[in-house]
């Protein structure tokens, strides 16, 4: 049964390579153009149906780095209040501390 389906196949592609050198030059650079194309859409498909699970962990990842990052940099904010180095204050995310505020001399 494997044979006859390895033959038929085998086959098929000859003639269809046959038929594609025996082209003209335009009529074979059009059907180039269709096969790359639609080779083109089926591996877009594959992507999308094996990327979504991907894009969802590093969504995820992100999201959590992002987290970690604002309470490291809040645990720091606060240590360094109570030892008296920085003084400041909180808005949602963000620190300001209050040497921010005062300006500075150029030189």
């Not at 335009?26 to 991907?54: C, E, K, N, P």
């Not at 720091?76 to 005062?102: C, I, M, Q």
Request: proline share 5%; aromatic share 6%.
């Amino acid at each position: 049964m494997f044979q006859p389906l390895l033959a038929t196949t085998g086959l098929a592609v000859c003639v269809a390579l046959g038929v594609h050198m025996a082209l003209p030059y335009r009529a074979r650079a059009r059907v180039d153009a269709g096969v790359a194309s639609l080779v083109a859409w089926v591996r877009r498909q594959v992507a999308r149906v094996t990327g979504w699970r991907r894009q969802q962990r590093q969504t995820r990842a992100a999201a959590q780095e992002a987290e970690r990052v604002i309470r490291r940099a809040r645990e720091s904010a606060l240590h360094d209040a109570r030892d008296g180095r920085a003084d400041g204050e909180w808005t949602g995310n963000v620190y300001r501390p209050k040497s921010f505020d005062k300006p500075k001399k150029p030189h």
